[in-house]
């Protein structure tokens, strides 16, 4: 299988490693400092805070970011563009943390969830 592609002159790209370089000509490799922007997802309520035990995940049907997050009264937010966060439609029932599967060929799993002792969940959205 041939994973290389072509990234056009004068278009930045985010290598993580060499996977799907083919070829390096007239390249330089530029490591930027990264810019602290302090929290960006905070407890609506001042008095609380929220804890995360995962990454945001991108739906690209519904063309915006969901973060399941572990607080008194919030569980789930959502974001347009990965910087500023609302409290999601739904409380996701206690869900942590879910996934989503993009090759599992029944929609209805599209979105996978542990539940600790309680074993695990699927749903279409990741909320229901």
Do not use: C
């Not at 996977?19 to 609506?44: D, F, M």
């Not at 049907?61 to 999601?88: C, N, P």
């Amino acid at each position: 299988m041939n994973s290389s592609f072509e990234v056009s002159a004068g278009r930045r790209q985010l290598f993580l490693g060499d996977a799907g370089i083919a070829e390096v000509r007239n390249l330089t490799r530029t490591l930027h400092q990264p810019q602290k922007r302090g929290a960006i997802v905070r407890s609506s309520k001042p008095h609380q805070t929220i804890q995360t035990v995962s990454t945001p995940v991108w739906d690209p049907d519904e063309k915006l970011f969901k973060f399941w997050v572990i607080g008194t009264d919030e569980s789930y937010r959502i974001s347009l563009d990965g910087l500023h966060w609302t409290a999601g439609p739904k409380q996701t029932n206690g869900v942590s943390m879910a996934v989503r599967d993009p090759n599992d060929p029944n929609p209805k799993y599209r979105y996978k969830a542990a539940l600790g002792n309680d074993g695990f969940a699927v749903s279409p959205n990741g909320i229901n």
